[in-house]
Nanobody
Framework: QVQLVESGGGLVQAGGSLRLSCAAAQGTFNWFTMGWFRQTPGKDRELVAR??????????VASVKGRFTITISRDNAKNSVLLQMNSLKPEDTAVYYCAAALAYGSEFTVWGQGTQVTVSS
């Protein structure tokens, strides 16, 4: 069973950057599609970006395109997935979750505990 651990969240000023990292505390997710989600109080968790097992396929959801510059990447040798976020805005404040799915279009079934991102104005 893969266990995911996120890190890299914190407090940043508007316009700043953060890089979130997801690592496997147990097992490996080298063959999984990986995704980053975010959730704010009272709202559903939403997909931010996902990346295929080999890093060749990526998807960025429309709600974050143009709002801030984001890049999802992975290093299977290090068993890690990164989410680089630039030009952050206060409305990007949320808990960000890393998740794994068996295939690119499959449901995400393994979740990390989340990391808080707070963007101050």
């Amino acid at each position: 069973q893969v266990q995911l651990v996120e890190s890299g969240g914190g407090l940043v000023q508007a316009g700043g950057s953060l890089r979130l990292s997801c690592a496997a505390a147990q097992g490996t997710f080298n063959w999984f599609t990986m995704g980053w989600f975010r959730q704010t109080p009272g709202k559903d968790r939403e997909l931010v970006a996902r990346i295929g097992w080999d890093g060749r396929s990526t998807t960025y959801v429309a709600s974050v395109k143009g709002r801030f510059t984001i890049t999802i990447s992975r290093d299977n040798a290090k068993n890690s997935v990164l989410l680089q976020m630039n030009s952050l805005k206060p409305e990007d404040t949320a808990v960000y979750y890393c998740a794994a799915a068996l295939a690119y279009g499959s449901e995400f079934t393994v979740w990390g505990q989340g990391t808080q991102v707070t963007v101050s104005s």
